[in-house]
Antibody, heavy 116, light 109 residues
């Protein structure tokens, strides 16, 4: 079964750092495009970042320079390193496999709360 | 920036047909995708490449495209279809590859 499981969310103070993980099963992360999407409380979906199978990475302007997407092929896991966190980064963060057939599947999400 | 425009809400009675639109300049050149999100759950892909339906998605979900507007149609709406629906696409230059619409709340009366 193709599945994604996120972890690493929590409460963090403004200016702090957090690393999210997304463990994949049923497919190989490094052979696919993988993405992070977030959803602030009561708001819509916001694309955050993508890593291509070749290793190229892209970011939304709102997180560029602060967030880093990466993967560990040996662990078949996707990561999102988040630095200099702000209150507006508070959201549920989802990882998803990306293809020309859409974002499918999605993980269950992990909540990041940035607050003092 | 690049924006996909959706109506904030659509309401229909059970058994009726719901149509949710998504508009943007590049839609004649770029595929659109649709996601369903129920409260407290992750989004689920319901339509890809404008009109293709993933396995496991009921046949009552369909998609179409006309000019700068794409439409998600749910025929014979059921109570379980009440959810938020998001379209996704890209701009024509490839600068903004993964953009989501603002979402449409479908209410089943």
């Amino acid at each position: 079964e193709v599945q994604l499981v996120e972890s690493g969310g929590g409460l963090i103070q403004p200016g702090g750092s957090l690393r999210l993980s997304c463990a994949a099963s049923g497919f190989t992360v490094s052979s696919n495009y993988m993405s992070w999407v977030r959803q602030a409380p009561g708001k819509g979906l916001e694309w955050v970042s993508v890593i291509y199978s070749g290793g190229s990475t892209y970011y939304a302007d709102s997180v560029k320079g602060r967030f880093t997407i990466s993967r560990d092929n040996s662990k078949n896991t996707l990561y999102l390193q988040m630095n200099s966190l702000r209150a507006e980064d508070t959201a549920v963060y989802y990882c998803a496999r990306v293809s020309r057939d859409g974002y499918n599947p999605w993980g269950q999400g992990t909540l990041v709360t940035v607050s003092s | 920036s690049y924006e996909l425009t959706q109506p904030p809400s659509v309401s229909v009675s059970p058994g009726q047909t719901a149509r949710i639109t998504c508009s943007a300049d590049a839609l004649p050149k770029q595929y659109a995708y649709w996601y369903q999100q129920k409260p407290g759950q992750a989004p689920v892909l319901v339509i890809y490449k404008d009109s293709e339906r993933p396995s496991g998605i009921p046949e009552r979900f369909s998609g179409s495209s006309s000019g700068t507007t794409v439409t998600l149609t749910i025929s014979g709406v059921q109570a379980e279809d009440e959810a938020d629906y998001y379209c996704q696409s890209a701009d024509s230059s490839g600068t903004y590859l993964w953009v989501f619409g603002g979402g449409t709340k479908l209410t089943v009366l």
